[in-house]
């Protein structure tokens, strides 16, 4: 059993919990995720870990409620536990000097943007940070991300909070600005990372995404997370998360995250007993 | 003298196709004396030599001919670890039985049967295990994987005396037995049933520990002080065919589909948080056990259509005899000398059919089997909307990766002797990560191997010092 020693609202359905996994704390590295599960009857879903803290022995996960597993996820308080957690799992990001590195996060994507903005920024590279949201109430992590970037930009759809619009509009600018760019990280949902690896791939900036497919295992064992990267099936949850962003099939991607959707909503919420609201 | 096995009960196959129970029902207590009193009690044994744990099979089928179950089950428990596992799932046709004197003029003695018998029997009164563990410890051994070869090698080693700690990367020990034989063949209670019997003998069981990530080989030799490590990690890799359309939506490989059903029981969602997806009618390539396991299971899971899609014949099938004719009376079609060229979709992504081509067998490959040919122009195609892509597994490459020093072959299994010793010292390995995909009996025997193996390099080395 895990137990979760902190709980925080973030954003309305976006929650923060540190929870007591030592072993995992003292070996994580950023890029890298767990899997849980949270009792005898539940399902096996992969967070980010959003950050660690390897003397207290505690992982930070940040997770937005989308689906069942997430808000009965949500529904635990400080002082319940899960149970199952396994993890460090998939490629850490590979960190280096490499210059000017700009980092993006759109919506939760912020959460595992953040140990990696902070790992470039340690490294001694110049980090420009990038974060979004559909309006000022959903956007996670400001100051983190304030602490840890050289330049930080805000975006919303709404123009409630910094810049009206998304966040490839100031990465554009800056492209289109002549600003020499090194590297470009960018995780969010599927529609954004491929919106930016659209941006960067005619000026060959070598960009990369954090993909998130359905999971269950994590080691390799079922397949189900495949994606076609250079059109050859790679597994995400092994050979990544993270990858080249200009060979992604995105929209194999996004068909494949949809698999369960008409499922999850027959068979779970068919007779309206469940508050899922979905 | 009867000639044949005395009958196995089981489900109607109308009934099961639709349940997730077992099938076969066991014996009763007066079956099974009957079934006993077939062996000739043979001093030579043949028998055993079909066994890889090498049980005394006269022995154990003597005590149940007498009535005397407990001392039956004893003496299958100082060899095998697993019996009401292996009583079921032991092909074995291949292995005992094969060379079974009453084989040669009629059907050899129910050896599973009656392991089976024992065990469920033992299982049922609730009964210890008599096992004495040395005081004194001998040493510190680290498995990493709990499946079959796994567990094994750790109940040996914990009978002789050591201190051992299994490190499995899901949340339940089991391996194959408990993510992909299915409920029906091999009721997961009674899997955990087994490993609760090691865990009384002390073997300590981490769940959700990934070697390569959680620790590395070297950190558990060099840091965490074990003194030696056996890796029985599987061949879990799951292979698909490279043709188009496989990433379609309704696409499984057979390890997630399987492990969808039995690990996160998906049937019985949404009671259960896992889903899974059948459809109307299912179509699995391949005609191993696996492939029969997963095309039961789309039956089970309330499939109309299920066919076996497989480019040789019946006579190449290498599933077990007993599992093609339970898939046969179970409403199973068998699509053969048919293989896959590419998988439709709609135009949401999801499958909508599989075209195939027919082929001929032609001369026979280096495996002495002859080659199926395609038939140019005989393609067709199959209305599913699912399809189990169940064509073989190959070894993980997790540990190897992250082990320097460590061995493996061009097809990354890792190398190693006859007795699990591999290349680098203090390391061994074996079960499906040496040999490729094989079976738990054979698993279970490198594993004891590797147990007596490790017993004499831990005491070596600890002399030596
Ligand atoms: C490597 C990785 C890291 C991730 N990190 C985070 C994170 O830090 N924070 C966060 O909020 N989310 C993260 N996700 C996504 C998270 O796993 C899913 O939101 C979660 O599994 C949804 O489960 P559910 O039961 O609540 O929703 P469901 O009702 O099952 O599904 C809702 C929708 O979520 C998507 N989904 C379902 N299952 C998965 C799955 N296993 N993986 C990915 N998407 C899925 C589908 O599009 C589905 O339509 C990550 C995913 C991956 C693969
Ligand atoms: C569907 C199916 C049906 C089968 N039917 C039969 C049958 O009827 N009869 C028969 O004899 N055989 C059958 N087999 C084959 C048999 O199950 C295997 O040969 C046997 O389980 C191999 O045992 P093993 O211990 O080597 O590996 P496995 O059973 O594969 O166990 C390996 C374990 O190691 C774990 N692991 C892997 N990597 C790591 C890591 N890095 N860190 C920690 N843990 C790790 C895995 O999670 C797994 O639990 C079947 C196989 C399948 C897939
Ligand atoms: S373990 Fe398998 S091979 Fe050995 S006696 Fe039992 S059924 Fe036969
Ligand atoms: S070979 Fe057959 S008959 Fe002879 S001892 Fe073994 S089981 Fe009995
Ligand atoms: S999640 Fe099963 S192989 Fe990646």
């Known amino acids: 059993m895990y137990d979760i020693v902190k709980k925080e609202v973030l954003s309305p359905g976006v929650l923060l919990f540190d929870v007591a996994a030592p072993l995992i704390a003292k070996k994580c590295q950023p890029g890298q995720f767990v899997i849980l599960r949270i009792d005898e009857d539940g399902e096996r879903i992969p967070l980010t870990i959003a950050d660690f803290d390897r003397e207290a022995g505690t992982i930070t996960l940040i997770f937005q409620e989308v689906g069942h597993t997430t808000r009965q996820l949500g529904a635990l308080n400080k002082g319940d536990a899960i149970l199952d957690l396994v993890g460090p799992l998939g490629k850490e990001t590979h960190i280096d000097n490499f210059g000017t590195v700009i980092c993006i996060g759109g919506g939760i994507g912020v959460a595992p943007v953040y140990p990696i903005a902070r790992a470039y920024k340690q490294a001694g590279n110049k980090v420009i940070s990038i974060i979004g949201a559909r309006n000022a109430d959903l956007l996670i992590l400001e100051k983190e991300m304030a602490a840890v970037s050289d330049e930080l930009i805000i975006t919303t759809d709404d123009g409630s909070k910094g810049r009206k619009g998304l966040v490839i509009h100031p990465l554009q600018e800056m492209i289109d600005a002549g600003m020499k760019i090194d590297l470009v990280m960018a995780i969010g949902p599927v529609i954004m990372m491929r919106s930016v690896a659209d941006v960067t791939r005619p000026h060959n900036i070598h960009t990369i995404v954090s993909l998130n497919p359905i999971m269950v295992d994590g080691t390799g064992m079922c397949g189900g997370c495949r994606v076609s990267v250079g059109n050859k099936n790679k597994f995400a949850c092994v050979d990544g998360p993270e990858f080249d962003a200009h060979q992604v099939d995105f929209n194999g991607l996004m068909a494949r995250q949809r698999m369960y959707h008409d499922h999850e909503k027959t068979e779970r919420c068919g007779g309206g007993s469940c508050k899922c609201n979905k | ?465």
Not at chain 2, 339 to 359: F, H, N, S, T, Y
Not at chain 2, 430 to 437: K, M, S
């Open chain 2, 1 to 465: 003298m009867q000639q044949v096995k005395h009958k196995m009960p089981e489900q109607a196959a109308e009934e099961r196709r639709r349940n997730f129970n077992e099938v076969a029902l066991g014996y009763e207590a007066e079956t099974a004396r009957a079934e006993a009193a077939r062996c000739l009690q043979c001093k030579t044994a043949p028998c055993r030599q079909g066994c890889p744990v090498e049980i005394d099979i006269p022995q154990f089928i003597k005590h149940i001919k007498d009535g005397d179950y407990d001392a039956a089950i004893d003496e299958i428990k100082a060899k095998n670890n697993l019996p009401a596992v292996c009583g079921r799932v032991c092909p074995q046709e291949d292995q005992c039985e094969k060379f079974c004197i009453m084989g040669k003029k009629g059907e050899p003695v129910g050896i599973g049967r009656l392991e089976r018998f024992a065990a469920d029997y033992a299982m049922a009164k609730g009964r210890e295990d008599k096992a004495e563990i040395p005081a004194e410890v001998l040493g510190k051994v680290a498995v990493i994987g709990a499946g079959p070869a796994g567990l094994t090698t750790a109940g040996d080693l914990a009978r002789m005396g050591y201190k051992v700690t299994v490190f499995e990367a899901l949340h339940a020990p089991g391996g194959v037995l408990m993510y992909g034989i299915p409920e029906f063949r091999l009721p997961k209670t009674i899997v955990q049933q087994e490993i609760a019997a090691l865990r009384k003998l002390g073997v300590d069981i981490q769940v959700n520990a990934v070697i390569g990530k959680s620790y590395t080989i070297d950190e558990l030799l060099n840091e965490e002080g074990f003194d030696a490590v056996f890796i029985g990690t599987g061949a879990g890799l799951p292979h698909f065919m490279d043709i188009p359309g496989e990433n379609l939506n309704g696409v499984y490989s057979a390890n997630e589909f399987l492990t969808r059903v039995n690990l996160m029981k998906a049937y019985k969602f949404p009671q259960t948080g896992t889903p899974v997806r059948v459809g109307r009618s299912v179509a699995v390539v391949g005609a191993g056990n696996v492939a029969m396991d997963s095309a039961r299971t789309a039956l089970r899971l309330g499939a109309e259509k299920v066919y076996i899609v497989y480019r040789r014949s019946e006579e190449e099938m290498p599933a077990r005899h007993e599992e093609l004719e339970h898939a046969k009376e179970e409403g199973v079609e068998f699509r053969l000398l048919t293989a896959p060229v590419q998988v439709l979709g709609d135009d949401k992504g999801w499958v909508k059919g599989i075209e195939c081509i027919r082929m001929e067998l032609g001369e026979p490959d280096e495996s002495g089997r002859r080659k199926p040919v395609p038939v140019e122009g005989s393609n067709f195609v199959l209305d599913v909307e699912t399809v189990v892509m169940a064509i073989g597994q190959g070894p993980n490459p997790l540990v190897q990766n992250t082990t320097p020093g460590l061995s493996v072959n061009k097809r990354g299994n890792i190398v190693a002797d006859e007795a699990g010793a591999t290349s680098k010292e203090g390391v061994f390995a074996g079960g499906d990560i040496v040999t490729g995909a094989a079976t738990v009996i054979l698993a279970m025997g490198a594993g004891k191997k590797a147990a007596a193996k490790i017993h004499e390099y831990v005491q070596n080395k600890k002399t030596a010092r």
